[in-house]
């Protein structure tokens, strides 16, 4: 079984900077995919960012050019960069595992855009 554990949500400005962590609490060499999911309210989650074992990623048309995903395997960790956030970027940021054909999901981290 595999924790994994975000930090870095906050309530910033339009125009600000976050720096999402998720730290795994076990190893994660050899997963598929690895990244960030989002949940504003009354709406589905839906993908932001996500980093394959290739190193390809997949990054949602909304965030493309503002926000940069990023793994350090050796720290079992994944990293979500967000820069000249907008108010609908509020919402809660999940992070996900696929590992060994199994998928896991942290507790989530807040983002609040607003001024």
């Known amino acids: 079984q595999v924790q994994l554990v975000e930090s870095g949500g906050g309530l910033v400005q339009p125009g600000g900077s976050l720096r999402l962590s998720c730290a795994a609490s076990?190893?994660?060499?050899?997963?598929?995919?690895m990244g960030w999911y989002r949940q504003a309210p009354g709406k589905e989650r839906e993908l932001v960012a996500v980093i394959f074992r290739g190193g390809v990623k997949k990054i949602a048309d909304s965030v493309q050019g503002r926000f940069i995903i990023s793994r350090e395997e050796a720290e079992n960790a994944v990293y979500l960069q967000m820069n000249s956030l907008k108010p609908e970027d509020t919402a809660v940021y999940y992070c996900?595992?696929?590992?060994?054909?199994?998928?896991?999901w942290g507790q989530g981290t807040q983002v609040t855009v607003s001024s």
């Open positions: 076990a190893s994660i060499f050899g997963f598929f995919v």
């Open positions: 996900n595992l696929r590992l060994n054909s199994e998928e896991y």
